[in-house]
């Protein structure tokens, strides 16, 4: 069981640079509010504090540094614990085998889609007769990923992909091309100029379509619907669908 912790340095750099516990920050909870998310905000919410950067991904100080509440949005625990933990486990897996084991170098990007929902609620504080600042933490719509296998000296085996799935009991998966991620995210963060990765990382070599598949067979029943879907450069060419 881990403890989760807030980084002070947030509001006061100059006296703290690590994070810590919220009971040994140094910051009133005033302050620490100021800045980020406190572990009062989930108490009751029915939602986790779910990984950005994830913990099995991790090992010793580096998977205790995931556990800071800067590294966390309001998950639904279903999502979070099997569908999201599903993926994870999936991703993990096929990135050892298909890049870290060829001498590849990963690169990932994880990033969240805001909605106006908010914790903590009002009316969900009623029957426990308590008190506490309302509607502080946004509750994403969506969380995405992309994905880079990056390697020196053979092209072929660089790869990427994407993917984007909804926050919610029985959530819908999509994986697709990096650039096909740009494009949804400009249009739910309404602003053209979002680019995740530098360039495409070799997104239409077979070695990705290998390992997608893979993935997919992995996922099979974990997410609803699940379609595992490509549309490569440029975004005017019709889109090819798998599955």
């Known amino acids: 069981m881990y403890t989760w912790f807030v980084e002070p340095q947030l509001k006061d750099g100059n006296t703290c640079t690590e994070m810590k516990i919220e009971s040994k920050s140094g910051l009133t909870k005033d302050y620490r ?29 580096g998977r205790t540094a995931t556990f800071t509440l800067t590294n966390a ?14 993926l ?6 096929k990135l050892r085998k298909n890049c870290l084991n060829e001498s ?52 072929n085996l660089k790869f990427s992909f994407a993917f984007l799935a909804e926050n919610k009991e029985e959530p819908k998966l999509r ?31 077979p070695k990705t379509d290998e390992v997608i598949k893979s993935m997919k067979k992995d996922l099979n029943g974990a997410f609803r619907d699940p379609k595992i879907e490509f549309q490569y450069p440029p975004p005017s060419k019709k889109k090819k669908v798998f599955g």
Not at 73 to 86: A, L, Q, S, T
Not at 88 to 93: A, F, I, P, R
């Open 33 to 61: 509010k100021s800045t980020q998310a406190i572990c009062e905000d989930y108490e009751n919410t029915n939602y986790d504090r779910g990984h950005l950067n994830p913990n099995s991904f991790q090992c010793d100080s």
């Open 73 to 86: 949005v309001p998950m639904d625990p279903c999502f979070n614990r099997i569908h999201w933990g599903k």
């Open 88 to 93: 994870e486990k999936s991703l993990k897996d």
């Open 104 to 155: 590849g170098t990963a690169y990932l990007v994880t990033g969240a889609v805001g909605s106006t929902e908010k914790i903590p609620k009002e009316n969900g504080d009623k029957e426990g007769d308590r008190n506490r600042t309302y509607d502080r933490v946004v509750v994403p719509s969506h969380i995405w990923t992309a994905v880079c296998c990056d390697h020196k000296y053979n092209n």
């Open 175 to 205: 994986v697709f091309s990096a650039e096909q991620l740009n494009e949804e995210l400009r249009k739910m963060y309404k602003s053209q100029n979002i680019r995740v990765l530098a360039d495409d990382c070799n997104a239409q070599s």
